[in-house]
T-cell receptor
Framework: DAGVTQSPTHLIKTRGQQVTLRCSPK?????VSWYQQALGQGPQFIFQ???????QRGNFPDRFSGHQFPNYSSELNVNALLLGDSALYLC??????????FGSGTQLSVL | KQEVTQIPAALSVPEGENLVLNCSFT??????LQWFRQDPGKGLTSLLL?????REQTSGRLNASLDKSSGRSTLYIAASQPGDSATYLC???????????????FGAGTQVVVTP
């Protein structure tokens, strides 16, 4: 049984570009959340998707957007990249709010 | 506003010693608390989940306690090994509504080094 899978594992972009990160939840899970983790800090909640809708958003600008597909997989899009967007992006999934399971993350570097 | 704090930020112990990691939170109205392990540049591995109605949870060499009224949780790792070297993060789940059950609030973590 595959856990939470994220792609790509690493990504390098330049300022102003746009990026799309992908997440496949653990089998049987219906909720996907995205987190940003800067170096040396704990993960910060970006938003949660359930039933293909964004349900709650953390303190992140509209440049961060997402989508959840009918098969529960999800994408995180970041527009107009800034240097400060460089971070590890983590996806987590759960089944109707039970224990969260995290993927290995996508390391994004913005130059 | 909920604040989650982990002290110390870093800890180094010799192999065999017991580890005690602390987590405090300012708002006791939590649904549950989860401890995670993170290796450098990697994702999070769940270690223990404690519901707000529970006082402790155990798994092998790991034991986590929760005192919701005082806003504290402690993770104990018995007989530490070099393979326990990692960053340990605690996270609280503020509520269990449909719109927010994917939201955890994390501390900054405690970086642990176990020396042979």
């Amino acid at each position: 049984d595959a856990g939470v899978t994220q792609s790509p594992t690493h990504l390098i972009k330049t300022r102003g570009q746009q990026v799309t990160l992908r997440c496949s939840p653990k089998s049987g899970h219906d909720t996907v959340s995205w987190y940003q983790q800067a170096l040396g800090q704990g993960p910060q909640f970006i938003f949660q998707y359930y039933e293909e809708e964004e349900r709650q958003r953390g303190n992140f600008p509209d440049r961060f957007s997402g989508h959840q597909f009918p098969n529960y997989s999800s994408e995180l899009n970041v527009n107009a990249l800034l240097l400060g967007d460089s971070a590890l992006y983590l996806c987590a999934s759960s089944f109707t709010g039970k224990e969260l399971f995290f993927g290995s993350g996508t390391q994004l570097s913005v130059l | 506003k909920q604040e989650v704090t982990q002290i110390p930020a870093a800890l180094s112990v010799p192999e065999g010693e017991n580890l005690v990691l602390n987590c405090s939170f300012t708002d006791s109205a939590i649904y549950n608390l989860q401890w995670f392990r993170q290796d450098p540049g990697k994702g999070l591995t769940s270690l223990l989940l404690i519901q707000s109605s529970q006082r402790e949870q155990t798994s092998g060499r790991l034991n986590a306690s929760l005192d919701k009224s005082s806003g504290r949780s402690t993770l104990y790792i018995a007989a530490s090994q070099p393979g326990d070297s990692a960053t340990y993060l605690c996270a609280v789940r503020p509520s269990m509504t449909t719109d927010s059950w994917g939201k955890l609030q994390f501390g900054a973590g405690t970086q642990v080094v176990v020396t042979p």
